[in-house]
């Protein structure tokens, strides 16, 4: 059974295959995926293959040929030209979403158990003001897998475009859960055209989901 709710999260324009069922999607890699996982243990692989095969499904969804998705620097994906993308697993689940270039500058996706980050992780992970902020709209339990999952998907946009680290402090997000919206002010000074990011985020059954993007720069179009 295919797991739904990412795909509700994304932009239009942005291909997202998702299931509940890694296993049944771990269908064996191309050779250049092969050495990424020659010798990870049998869960790690089967994440992986899942992963792969999830994004060439979304890439055909886009009308794009099943090509191979290597492991780049910081382990990132790397997508054919013309094409951004993001993958995402925890226990259970699996994500891939895709997108035009021309459409989107790139797109972060994130999926979390609820309740995988403790309260001791979020103080690691938050500013003062956001903690004050979630604290208003979900318990101790509750905020900081959400703050966490907003912030991994908020990464998985950056990187690609800044090929810089970008560190939980270095994002102050202001989450509004009940719209489903989050909104990301980037702290450090790289990229005044993207000092802010959307994204959405949901809990959805017993996941935590969330999706950032960058919309092609003013004037201009996405990644060539």
């Not at 295959?17 to 010798?39: F, H, S, Y």
């Not at 993001?86 to 979403?97: E, V, W």
């Not at 946009?157 to 680290?165: C, E, F, N, S």
Request: a neutral charge; proline letters at 8%.
């Amino acid at each position: 059974m295919e797991a739904p709710g990412l795909a509700a999260l994304v932009p239009d324009g942005v291909a997202v295959r998702e299931t509940d069922d890694p296993a049944a999607w771990a269908r064996g890699l191309l050779p250049a995926e092969a050495p990424a996982v020659a010798r990870a243990v049998p869960r790690r692989r089967t994440e992986f293959e899942a992963g792969r095969n999830l994004a060439r499904a979304a890439l055909a969804d886009l009308g794009l040929p099943a090509v191979a998705v290597p492991v780049g620097q910081h382990r990132s994906p790397v997508w054919p030209a013309g094409v951004v993308g993001s993958l995402t697993h925890c226990a259970g689940y699996c994500a891939a979403a895709v997108a035009p270039a021309s459409r989107l500058v790139a797109v972060g996706v994130d999926a979390e158990r609820r309740g995988r980050a403790s309260p001791e992780i979020g103080a690691r992970i938050s500013l003062a003001a956001e903690r004050e902020r979630l604290a208003a709209q979900l318990d101790d339990a509750e905020w900081p897998t959400v703050l966490f999952s907003a912030k991994e998907a908020i990464y998985k946009a950056w990187w690609p475009v800044h090929r810089r680290w970008l560190g939980y402090e270095d994002a102050d997000v202001t989450v509004d859960l009940a719209a489903g919206t989050f909104t990301a002010r980037i702290l450090v000074d790289h990229d005044p055209v993207f000092a802010r990011l959307a994204g959405r985020v949901a809990i959805a059954g017993d996941l935590v989901l969330a999706a950032a993007w960058l919309p092609p720069r003013p004037g201009g179009c996405g990644q060539e």
